[in-house]
């Protein structure tokens, strides 16, 4: 990981099919999703205006959508696929994400992966 500043989203939550039983098919489960992106905030901070920072609404928007739209039976698929929908479209070095599936397990308030990628171009620049 660089020097970047980093910004970060705790407990986005969205509903989606996800699971590999039959009853995980049919019914949403709850999702919810901590984020850290690298990104720089110095312009942002320097000129005090929402056009030069990372616009976390519009990629929650984005995240919330596309959790809502899935169905893979595995949260380690919608972990991957989502972390590359972050680093393709939001241009970002790299990203930690947590995935959570609320209430999964009857005797746990949840469980989850999480995963850490970066960006191919930030994977050259850094060698």
Same mark, same amino acid.
């Given at each position: 990981m660089n020097s970047n500043?980093?910004?970060?989203?705790? %407990?986005l939550r969205a509903d989606a099919i996800i699971g590999i039983y039959d009853r995980e098919r049919v019914i949403k489960q709850t999702i919810s999703v901590d984020l850290e992106l690298s990104t720089s905030i110095k312009a942002a901070a320097k000129t005090d205006?929402?056009?030069d920072t990372f616009n976390y609404k519009l990629?929650?928007? /984005? @995240? &919330?959508?596309? +959790?809502q739209q899935s169905e893979f039976q595995l949260i380690e698929t919608l972990a991957e696929r989502l972390a590359e929908l972050i680093l %393709? &479209?939001?241009?970002v070095p790299w990203l930690k994400l947590t995935l959570h599936k609320v209430g999964a397990l009857s005797n746990s308030? %949840? @469980?989850? @992966? /999480?995963? +850490? /990628? &970066?960006?191919s171009a930030f994977k050259q620049s850094s060698r």
């Open positions: 500043d980093i910004i970060f989203i705790t %407990d205006s929402i056009e990629l929650s928007k /984005r @995240v &919330e959508a596309y +959790i %393709d &479209e939001f241009d308030g %949840d @469980v989850g @992966v /999480r995963i +850490i /990628r &970066e960006s």
